[in-house]
């Protein structure tokens, strides 16, 4: 079965510094991994996907993450905070079918 | 185009009530998923349609939980009768369906239920 565990509950950073959300995924074949976002109040959106092209995946607002089969990681990364990156992030496993199976979140906080 | 519609985005109801919520998908996605998010988790799957048919409710509490796609459009879900847990947002979501290995799921600003 396809798992996600995501390390960290909460992140907090200062403005203008680089930002590390930590993924780690269990799966029984080559994954689809994704990473949303959920501002207050709004929908998720996606923020970029792996589906076994590229590992480095870039995404919007300039975020990216590298998958790494060998430490069966996903982490999500970008080199300076803006106060808008406050959010909650999702990192996102897709099983054969295309079900999606949510981790339980990080929230990042951004410190002016 | 217009994003997914959900409605109400706020409702309060006591235990043992019954609720409905709807959903209107984006124009021309053929799947479309109910999600539950408890509050400090990751949103999980209830129910995913394909037009008008159930793909999956392998996680759908159905002695009390039902869902129905009338028409291959708009969706409803209900609750009856309503329990303290399952205070919840509650997401639909929707995609198109072709041969692709993935189709990206947009999803709609979601409800907010409490049960007192």
């Known amino acids: 079965a396809q798992s996600v565990t995501q390390l960290d509950s909460h992140v907090s950073v200062s403005e203008g510094t680089p930002v590390l959300l930590r993924c780690n995924y269990s799966?029984?074949?080559?994954?689809?991994l994704f990473w949303y976002v959920q501002h207050p109040n709004k929908g998720l959106q996606l923020l970029l996907k792996y589906t076994s092209a590229a590992t480095l995946v870039k995404g919007i607002n300039g975020f990216e993450a590298e998958f790494k089969k060998s430490e069966t990681s996903f982490h999500l990364t970008k080199p300076s905070a803006h106060m808008s990156d406050a959010a909650e992030y999702f990192c996102v496993v897709s099983d054969a079918g295309g079900k999606l199976i949510f981790g339980q979140g990080t929230e990042l906080s951004v410190k002016p | 185009e217009a994003g997914v519609a959900q409605s109400p985005r706020y409702k309060i109801i006591e235990k043992r009530q019954s609720v409905a919520f709807w959903c209107n998908p984006i124009?021309?996605?053929?799947?479309l998923y109910w999600y539950q998010q408890i509050l400090g988790q990751g949103p999980k799957l209830l129910i995913q349609f394909q037009n008008n048919g159930v793909v999956d409710d392998s996680q759908l509490p159905k002695d009390r939980f039902s869902a129905e796609r009338l028409k291959g459009v708009d969706s409803t879900l209900k609750i009856q009768p309503a329990k303290l847990e399952d205070s919840a947002v509650y997401l639909c979501?929707?995609?198109?369906?072709?041969?692709?290995?993935?189709?990206?799921?947009?999803f709609g600003p979601g409800t907010r239920l409490t049960v007192l």
């Open positions: 124009s021309g996605h053929a799947t």
């Open positions: 799966s029984s074949y080559s994954p689809s």
């Open positions: 979501a929707s995609s198109r369906m072709d041969r692709a290995r993935y189709n990206e799921q947009f």
